[in-house]
């Protein structure tokens, strides 16, 4: 079982981007709406381009919530499995000190 849990609990760390490189985007995001506001008084294929673009960021942003929240259980399932096995180790050496018989 560790060796799954352990390998779980990489995979969530390493997939994981950090929040600076999505808030980072925002600023280049903001732009190409403000860019397409203004082409789309001059082309009508352009905004409902724009508003695939807003609910494409807007999966993307519910998506990365989602995440978040699922590596912050995998990370409290992992301190919940470390502190099982200090006390699984704990109650196994106070047995041995019991008296046989």
């Known amino acids: 079982m560790g060796v799954v849990f352990f390998d779980c609990v990489t995979d969530v760390c390493i997939s994981l981007p950090p929040s600076g490189e999505i808030d980072a985007r925002a600023d280049s995001f903001t732009a190409l709406e403000e860019r397409g ?13 724009l508003e695939d673009l807003r609910d ?5 942003l519910t998506l ?14 992992q301190l919940f499995y470390r502190l ?13 000190t019991l008296p046989s018989g």
């Not at 494409?56 to 993307?60: A, S």
């Open 37 to 49: 506001a203004e082409l789309a008084d001059r082309h009508e294929d352009i905004p409902p381009k």
């Open 84 to 96: 099982v096995r200090r006390l699984m180790t704990g109650s196994n050496q106070f047995l041995l």
């Open 64 to 77: 990365w919530d989602e995440r978040l929240v699922l590596y912050n259980q995998c990370m409290d399932l």
């Open 56 to 60: 494409g960021r807007q999966r993307v």
